[in-house]
């Protein structure tokens, strides 16, 4: 135990933990000894790991420790990703040891890492001597300075070197992509990169956002063909090998222009918007969220907000994406905002995707959408992840499968009376449901599919490390693996209306995939 007279830590730890906690000293040590004696774990001398949070941090640091060796010491030895959202918590007091070393437990906690540490994902390449986030490996470690040390003590810190190319030609999506979410904003899915947020819509304007450093950044990357963010095992385009991007040619004038000039800047707006801003869903299905969201209060507002400054941004928009995070019937949020969409606020669209759990996609919720938005082509998109009632009810919490049933097939007339375009199924592929995979192409096709896509599962913060490796069925180290890889040669999943994604690899080679 910690005692007043005999402290065992440096008194630099003791200082900077007095300041971040706003606590003297004895409140410091009376604080760190009901962590010693709560979880029996002792004070590294130089080191310790805490949250904000007054004394909320201890059951977030120990929610997978497995007690084998301390608390402490298992955080040094850095092999948890629970924490990584609260690295200016982490407190030096020796100022010979100005860098964090981490071991690479998982990817997930590498790419967390690397969108959550406050220096250019660029510089930590630079500093680890990698071209790539790709090159990272498991269990190798990653280091990264402290913020504020000097330029001068980096003597590992050598001038940055062009990027390789090792792409051809220009993904679209920087150029034409917008994923607008509640406090951070991308132009590709998060799952399929490791780069930072390109800023906070509930704080600055979208017009900023689209054209800020950190976007510039990304596009650099696609400029320069080196990819260096984009996850190559994860990306629909990166993993099929047939996919080319279109060249220079394929693009406009002025788009031409911006690749050109190599900044990253653009010098137009977005025509494509994903509405990812809104959590509330009716549903709290277990890969996406813990517990049923609805919107409220500030965040409500917030939400509205950001809504307005989609609808200044309207003209912009050819297509949309509703929802991203939400269910648009689900949320009261996303269905105020669909039944006041006119062709004045946004004279240029085209396009909307509705993708939906399906349990509230109605008659009636339909036919109150304006008819501004039926006219639209509408692209339908339902997640099931599964085929069976049971599987569905087990990955759909909160549903009703005959009234979810009885909403399929509405849709589906739908679909056959061309009232929308195109009918996608999803599902998400994870240890409990993987075996009905053939079942599920089966039970969609009876519903006028005109595609059903497969993907990996991804660790949306919803679990722990050692629950997604439970869960990730599509990893070679899990034990029903090989089980996985047999589904994927069934003949219906080879139909040209099935979409592998980035499950696809395995098909091709297995033995290779990571």
């Known amino acids: 135990m910690l005692q007043e007279d005999a402290v065992n830590i440096s008194q630099g730890l ?27 774990s002792r004070v590294n001398e130089d080191i310790i790991f805490i949250e904000h949070n007054e004394m909320n941090f201890s059951d977030i640091l120990i929610e997978s420790w497995d007690g084998t060796i301390s608390f402490i010491d298992w955080c040094v030895n850095n092999n948890i990703e629970h924490y990584i959202g609260n690295l200016k918590s982490r407190v030096f007091s020796n100022e010979k040891k100005n860098y964090i070393e981490y071991i690479i437990s998982s990817k997930s906690m590498l790419y967390s890492l690397l969108r959550d540490y406050p220096s250019d994902i660029d510089k930590i ?97 696609i400029i320069d063909g080196s990819y260096r963010y984009c996850l190559h095992d994860s990306c629909f385009f990166l993993t099929d090998k047939d996919y080319q991007f279109p060249e220079l040619e394929a693009y406009s004038e002025t788009i031409q222009a911006d690749i050109r000039r190599g900044d990253g800047a653009v010098s137009h707006g977005p025509a494509f918007l994903n509405c990812g801003f809104d959590m509330s869903c009716n549903l709290s299905c277990p890969s996406c969220r813990n517990e049923a969201v609805i919107e409220f209060g500030e965040r409500a507002e917030k939400i509205q907000q950001i809504e307005t400054k989609v609808e200044q941004m309207g003209s912009f928009f050819h297509s949309m994406y509703i929802s991203g995070s939400g269910d648009p019937f689900g949320s009261p949020h996303s269905k105020k905002f669909l039944k006041r969409m006119n062709r004045e606020t946004f004279p240029n669209l085209k396009d909307i995707v509705l993708h939906s759990n ?151 080679i297995p033995d290779t995939y990571i």
């Not at 009885?406 to 009918?423: D, Q, T, V």
């Not at 993907?455 to 722990?464: C, E, L, Q």
């Not at 034990?479 to 099935?498: C, D, G, M, S």
Request: proline share 4%.
């Open 14 to 40: 003791l200082d900077a933990l007095m300041k971040l906690w706003s606590k003297d000293k004895y409140q410091v040590i009376e604080t760190l000894n009901l962590l010693e004696l709560t979880y029996k």
């Open 125 to 221: 390449l630079n500093w680890n001597n990698k071209p790539s986030v790709n090159d990272f490996t498991l269990n190798e470690k990653i280091k990264l300075w402290v913020e504020d040390t000097p330029l001068k003590e980096r003597t590992d810190l050598d001038a940055a070197t062009k990027p390789a190319r090792k792409v051809a030609g220009y993904c679209p999506k920087p150029f034409f992509d917008y994923i607008v979410c509640y406090d951070e904003a991308h132009m590709c899915c998060s799952g399929w990169h490791a780069a930072k947020s390109i800023g906070n819509p509930s704080e600055q304007s979208l017009k900023d956002i689209w054209n800020s450093e950190q976007a510039k950044l990304f596009r650099q990357s």
């Open 358 to 508: 399906g349990q509230l996609f109605t008659q009636r919720n339909w036919l109150q959408l304006p008819q501004f938005v039926r006219d639209c082509t509408i692209c339908v998109e339902i997640s099931l992840d599964g085929a069976s009632k049971e599987t569905i009810e087990h990955h759909r919490r909160g549903v009703n499968f005959k009234k979810l049933y009885e909403n399929l097939k509405f849709i589906a007339n739908l679909r056959k009376e061309f009232a929308i375009c195109s009918l996608k199924f999803s599902f998400v592929v994870q240890d409990n449901n993987f075996h009905e995979m053939s079942n599920f192409v089966a039970f969609c096709s009876e519903l006028n599919a005109d595609s059903i896509v497969f993907t990996k599962i991804v660790n949306w913060g919803t679990f722990t490390e050692q629950q997604y490796l439970h869960k990730a069925v599509h990893l070679p180290g899990h034990p029903r693996h090989q089980e996985l890889l047999q589904i994927l040669q069934a003949a219906n999943l080879q139909n040209e209306n099935v979409d592998l994604g980035n499950l696809s690899p395995l098909v091709t």
